[in-house]
């Protein structure tokens, strides 16, 4: 009995840290990956890679997504998005993004360059980054929603959930953060304050089909544990969802998805990296697990 409530545990403590959680340092709250002095250079290297592709795209603004913790037992190669800005004040191609900050015990929009990005993974031996390029019509206005830090703080919540349910005001997560912000510049929705813009931004995403990822839970130990960890809550989800021990949460498979469908032109590259070598693939479909290259995929020896 013991042992499969501390399963439960672990797996909702998985689930807890879908999204950034950083105390003061820029760690995260609870566990900080150790990295070797070559697993930092094989991560400065591929985000080299990455940054490089996109000054070649012709693209200012881009979504990007990226793995971070395993959370293979729910079916999710990617936790964590944001949106890629050549032209951010920080650096070029930094991420603005939400992150949880621990200390202050509230979300916040931060801005992190690519590698910073990627060394938040959870694993640094293989790792993954999605980056979807968009057409001028709609890389314009989110590129213009982005930039402003008045509209990116507009859609941010006041407070964070990792497993915030869609559509929900109550609270929200790093991809949900995206995804309102996403409505407020295709969708031209406004409020007279954030909250009320909030839900205009979600009413815009379910008008438009807005299908978010579902993470079936199958446990009842599970969903008995997700009160006792952190960043996690279910009074925002409806019964029947829990009922069903699923959770409806925007995640970056979840984001591509609403943007294949509403914008076909939009292109997608996907990045890996494994045993010095670097896997970049075109298109829509995922480079299958263990970034294991496919026909017409470039390969690139970090040797």
């Known amino acids: 009995m013991h042992r499969l409530a501390a399963t439960a545990l672990a797996a909702a403590a998985g689930l807890a840290l879908t999204c950034e959680a950083r105390a003061g340092d820029f760690h995260l709250c609870d566990r900080q990956a150790r990295l070797s002095a070559a697993q930092q ?60 900050a621990c200390d202050e015990g509230k979300p916040r929009v931060y801005d992190q360059g690519i590698s910073g990005f990627l060394l938040g993974t959870d694993n640094p031996a293989i790792g993954y980054l999605s980056v979807v390029l968009l ?65 205009a931004a979600q009413d815009w995403l379910q008008a438009q089909a807005y299908e978010p990822s579902v993470v079936d839970v199958g446990s009842a130990w599970l969903m008995w544990a997700v009160p006792f960890v952190p960043f996690v809550h279910t009074d925002d989800h409806p019964v029947h969802d829990l009922a069903q021990k699923q959770f409806r949460i925007s995640m970056p498979a979840a984001i591509e998805a609403f943007v294949q469908r509403e914008i076909p032109q939009a292109q997608r590259i996907e990045f890996c990296h494994v045993e010095q070598r670097v896997v970049v693939h075109r298109g829509w479909s995922q480079i299958p697990e263990g970034c294991l290259p496919s026909a017409g995929d470039t390969v690139i020896d970090l040797d």
């Open 41 to 100: 250079d094989t991560l400065y290297r591929f985000a080299d890679i990455i940054k490089r592709s996109l000054d070649q795209s012709g693209h200012s603004v881009a979504l990007v997504a990226r793995s971070g913790l395993d959370l293979g037992r729910f079916g999710i190669r990617y936790s964590h998005a944001g949106i890629a800005l050549a032209r951010s004040e920080n650096a070029p191609w930094s991420v603005r993004q939400l992150y949880y």
């Open 135 to 199: 057409p001028d019509e709609q890389a314009r206005p989110l590129e213009q929603a982005a930039l402003d830090k008045r509209q990116a703080l507009r859609v941010l919540g006041s407070q964070y959930s990792a497993n915030a349910y869609a559509f929900d005001v109550r609270y929200q997560n790093c991809n949900q953060w995206v995804m309102e912000l996403l409505a407020a510049a295709w969708g031209g929705v406004s409020g007279a304050d954030g909250l009320d813009e909030r839900r």
